[in-house]
Nanobody, 117 residues
Framework: QVQLVESGGGLVQPEGSLRLSCVAS????????MGWYRQAPGKQRELVAR???????NYADSVKGRFTISRDNAKNTVYLQMNTLKSEDMAVYYC???????????WGQGTQVTVSS
């Protein structure tokens, strides 16, 4: 089992920045990839960014150039640096972990990001 705990959400003004963190814990596990998803009210959960254990990343088109995902393998922690936030970024952000290429069953509890003046 893998437990994921997110932190770093909150209220930010448009054009502002936030950094989300997600720590993975558990026993007898290895993480293949970690990522961030988000879900706004009335919308489906969508991938924001993902990073594999060897550092390969991919981003949603809507956040490219504004968000950066990074990972500290030694700490089993993934970060999402969010810059130039827009109202359309407002959502609950969820951390996700994959233990294999196809097993991505682990989710955090979610952290709210609110973008408002």
């Amino acid at each position: 089992q893998v437990q994921l705990v997110e932190s770093g959400g909150g209220l930010v003004q448009p054009e502002g920045s936030l950094r989300l963190s997600c720590v993975a814990s558990g026993s007898h596990f290895s993480i293949y990839a970690m990522g961030w998803y988000r879900q706004a009210p009335g919308k489906q959960r969508e991938l924001v960014a993902r990073i594999t254990s060897n550092g390969n990343t991919n981003y949603a088109d809507s956040v490219k150039g504004r968000f950066t995902i990074s990972r500290d393998n030694a700490k089993n922690t993934v970060y999402l640096q969010m810059n130039t936030l827009k109202s359309e970024d407002m959502a609950v952000y969820y951390c996700n972990a994959c233990t294999t290429r196809v097993t991505c069953d682990y989710w955090g509890q979610g952290t709210q990001v609110t973008v408002s003046s």
